[in-house]
C-alpha cells in the first residue's frame, strides 16, 4: 500500500503512483490513490521465498510537481 500526501500531509487522491519491483521479481506497477490517498499495488507472482523491493519511480497528479526527495519513504522490502 502506498499513500500520498501533500507536505501538509492532507490525502491526495486521483495521483497516479508509478513504481518498479527488484529482488526475487522484477517488473513495474502503476495505480491511482483513491480519496484518503492510497492505492494497493501487487507484485508479480512467485512462489519462491526471499525478498522483493518496491520502489516509487513517479507520482503524477495535475497541478503538482513529483519531489523524490520530500518523500518520507521511497522504497519497502519484504521477506516471504
Excluded: C, E, M
Excluded at 65 to 70: E, F, N, S, V
Amino acid at each position: 500500500r502506498v499513500v500520498i500526501a501533500d507536505q501538509g500531509g492532507a490525502a491526495r487522491g486521483g495521483a497516479t503512483v508509478t513504481g518498479s519491483w527488484s529482488g526475487l521479481v522484477s517488473g513495474s506497477s502503476s495505480g491511482t490513490t483513491g480519496s484518503d490517498g492510497s492505492v494497493t499495488l501487487s507484485s508479480p507472482k512467485t512462489k519462491k521465498n526471499g525478498t522483493f523491493t518496491f520502489t516509487v519511480t513517479n507520482v503524477a497528479l495535475s497541478g503538482h510537481t513529483y519531489d523524490p526527495a520530500a518523500n518520507l519513504v521511497t522504497t519497502r522490502s519484504i521477506t516471504k
